[in-house]
């Protein structure tokens, strides 16, 4: 296990964050959607105390996230929705349609913003009307500007001009009769068809689709150069009748332009007369060249993201616009904010990797029978078939080893996001901090990285804001003036333990309890110290006497709390005030292939994680020793370690009287060292870890089964409850 020391003051500007960045914005723009959805299905009057919550946690995500990369327009923007949405959730103030405005209004912003952050060359986004109008609402007053208003300047960002020469262009001026239900006349370019066949059969095709309205050929019925062309008369838009098209021609042969332009104009140099290189308005994709003064807009719309813009000085008068154009939906502009930006990745819906691990678990069952039930071969004779099964095992280890690749991520992407975020709150709270981090190799699923990020960050926040001290109450404690924090990760037997420890001023038992009790919360003086550190769990709760945008609103542990829940895992707090905290967030085993180690006892198999084996050797009776009445240690070099016989603990039937146990496998998990007494040792092995939990029922002492070479099911045991059982 590494460790590293990192003091985010001196070092935060050596870590790249932009790995990273991809992931927030997906993430954000989730959470952005998502909230939409929440906001429009939300009913004004009889407001569901769930989907508020749900919808301050999407603000509150991409806050956090926002805040640990240095965005702070989009922080400032959804800590000013946290506090509105905060008050709804409380009942401090009744949700109103002007709210649902002004937050949806917010959530185009945010697009806009984010997208700007992505890359898109937007300007900046003006929020000032959006944060009054937010500000006021807060305050219960009713907003300075009607929330629709505040839409424009957001929406809209700064004036991406078109030229001045657009009002009087030919393409633009026949869409308010479009707009209006009118038909228009185009002229429709298809091809270069390789297919001369199906080139003259065109007009007819063309004529059996009704929505295309009148159509005839210009060309005389013949294709010249294997294009052909056609005066239409329709009332459709361009990109209804290219869906049309699509089932005779492809897109990229459908060509479309106002009737009447001059050839000659068309084919010129001149761009000024050409009415959109063959794009319709709002296609996905037209081209970004800078336009001369003279072109009509290339097929782009007003505000369209990317649309190239003119100089500020030959800027239209909004008079100017078409009245269609200017009857578009502004807040539509920031939709699209990065669209433009290529992916390195593709994004695959999670039961489809984890269908594809599973195919590749059964196919290893079916290896290793195959391996099992080829020992007995004569290699000579079947020289083919072993040098095939020697080439199965090797490939389906390599394919293996690159699925599960797939899902893991090293923790080390994670908590490489944390120096930055915490250089940034030391200095906003006064404070000094390092921070340690342990582990980093440690390799987790994906899912379970994804679902884990958004609790460690609030658990980090909480650490810098409650737990470490100010430098010179430090110094009065007799503590270094820098506090420390350490993140760690580590495989503990059948799960997966995070840590998040300072050396803070730990939890005060008697705060927490007159808290719960302020909140009406049953809270004696008999509770155990664990009982009162998972107060802080409840929804709300909070010992912060200020609300920052820090921390401090009583939403981390309670999302904390309902996130690894989620996950089926447990959340462990131990503290000591005035010494510090530590929270441990441990995460059951999931699907996997690992490698373990098969031992037998009577005629059971069960499978220990090889990663927690230490050593085994051959006992003798006089080396085991009877501590009490029940208790039996065994002496390893000078050191004594409790005895469990798996033999007892799971009420394994013998047959073999006259057999007795005589191995011992020590194996060491959650710090301590157990010696397990079995009667073989039958070899190592990878096995496919099916969650036993998910398909049958938990089982004491038990993290999972595997399917066997012979097609036997074994037990995989959880080596860190057989720990705390010796304990016990």
């Given at each position: 296990m590494g460790e590293t020391h990192t003091d985010p003051s001196s070092s935060a500007a050596g870590i790249d964050l932009s790995q990273f960045y991809q992931v927030f914005f997906e993430?954000?723009?989730?959470n952005l959607e998502r909230m939409e959805q929440l906001l429009l299905e939300l009913d004004v009057a009889a407001a569901d105390d769930e989907a508020l919550n749900a919808i301050f946690r999407c603000a509150h995500s991409i806050k956090g996230g926002a805040a640990t990369f240095g965005f702070a327009d989009v922080a400032e923007l959804t800590h000013q929705m946290e506090t509105l949405l905060d008050k709804l959730r409380r009942h401090e103030l009744q949700p109103t349609a002007a709210m649902v405005d002004v937050l949806l209004a917010s959530g185009d912003a945010l697009k806009a913003q984010l997208g700007r952050h992505q890359g898109s060359g937007a300007d900046p986004v003006d929020t000032v009307e959006l944060l009054a109008n937010i500000r006021a609402m807060v305050a219960g007053e009713t907003p300075a500007a009607a929330p629709a208003a505040a839409a424009t300047p957001v929406a809209a960002p700064a004036p991406v001009a078109a030229p001045a020469q657009v009002a009087a262009a030919p393409a633009p001026a026949a869409e308010p009769a479009a707009a209006a239900g009118g038909k228009r006349t185009l002229k429709l370019t298809v091809g270069p068809l390789a297919d001369p066949s199906q080139a003259d059969n065109l007009a007819e095709l063309f004529k059996e689709i009704p929505e295309l309205g009148s159509i005839e050929p210009l060309d005389g019925g013949k294709a010249e150069g294997g294009l052909r062309t056609f005066k239409v008369e329709t009332a459709s838009s361009e990109s209804d009748m290219l869906d049309l098209f699509t089932f005779h021609v492809s897109r990229e042969q459908v060509k479309f332009e106002p009737f009447g332009v001059p050839a000659a104009a068309?084919?010129?140099?001149?761009p000024a007369a050409d009415a959109g290189y063959g794009f319709f308005d709002n296609a996905p994709g037209a081209p970004a060249a800078a336009a001369p003064a003279a072109d009509p807009g290339y097929g782009f719309f007003d505000n369209a993201p990317g649309a190239p813009g003119a100089q500020p000085a030959a800027a239209a008068p909004a008079a100017a616009k078409p009245a269609a154009a200017a009857a578009r939906p502004a807040a539509k502009a920031a939709d699209k904010p990065g669209a433009t930006l290529e992916s390195s990745t593709i994004r695959v819906s999670v039961e489809k990797v984890d269908q594809l691990i599973n195919l590749v678990g059964e196919l290893v069952i079916t290896q290793a029978m195959l391996a099992q039930n080829s020992r007995n071969l004569?290699?000579?004779?079947?020289?083919q078939l072993?040098?095939?099964?020697?080439?199965?095992?090797?490939?389906?280890?390599d394919l293996q080893e690159a699925v599960m690749s797939i899902r893991m991520i090293p923790m080390s992407t994670v908590f490489s996001r944390f120096p930055r975020m915490l250089r940034d709150l030391a200095g906003k709270l006064g404070k000094k901090v390092e921070l340690v981090t342990q582990g980093e190799a440690t390799e987790l699923d994906k899912g379970l990285i994804e679902k884990i990020t958004d609790p460690l960050t609030h658990l980090v926040r909480n650490s810098v804001d409650h737990g470490i001290e100010m430098p010179a109450d430090r110094l009065a404690k007799g503590k270094p003036e820098a506090g420390t924090i350490t993140l760690s990760a580590s495989h503990q037997g059948g799960s997966i333990v995070i840590e998040v420890r300072d050396d803070g001023r730990g939890l005060s038992r008697e705060k927490l309890l007159?808290?719960?009790?302020?909140?009406?919360i049953d809270a004696p003086d008999t509770m155990s110290d664990a009982d009162v550190w998972?107060?802080?769990?409840?929804?709300?709760?909070?010992?912060?006497?200020?609300?920052?945008?820090?921390?401090?609103?009583g939403v981390g542990m309670d999302v904390v709390k309902k996130n690894i829940t989620a996950l089926g895992g447990s959340v462990e707090i131990d503290?000591?005030?005035?010494?510090g905290m530590s929270v441990k967030v441990r995460l059951p085993l999931t699907l996997a292939i690992m490698d373990g180690m098969s031992v037998g006892v009577g005629e059971e198999v069960y499978i220990l994680p090889l990663s927690s084996v230490v050593e085994s050797f051959q006992v003798s009776d006089d080396m085991i020793k009877t501590v009490g009445s029940t208790g039996r240690v065994v002496e390893v070099r000078d050191t004594y370690m409790p005895v469990i016989e798996l033999e007892k603990v799971f009420d394994v039937p013998r047959f073999d009287w006259d057999r007795t146990a005589s191995i011992m496998v020590v194996v060491e998990a959650e710090s301590g060292r157990v010696a397990l007494l079995v009667d073989e040792l039958l070899g190592q092995q990878q096995v496919v870890v099916k969650n036993l939990e998910a398909n049958y029922r938990k089982v004491p002492d038990v993290s999972g089964a595997t399917i066997m070479g012979d097609g036997r099911v074994a037990l995989i045991l959880d080596v860190g409850s057989l720990v705390r059982r010796s304990r016990h």
């Open positions: 993430e954000a723009g989730e068309a084919s010129s140099d001149a004569d290699p000579v004779v079947y020289q072993v040098s095939g099964l020697t080439d199965l095992d090797r490939n389906t280890r007159k808290k719960a009790r302020e909140r009406g998972g107060l802080i769990f409840a929804p709300g709760f909070s010992t912060a006497e200020v609300v920052t945008d820090v921390s401090g609103r503290s000591a005030e005035g010494y």
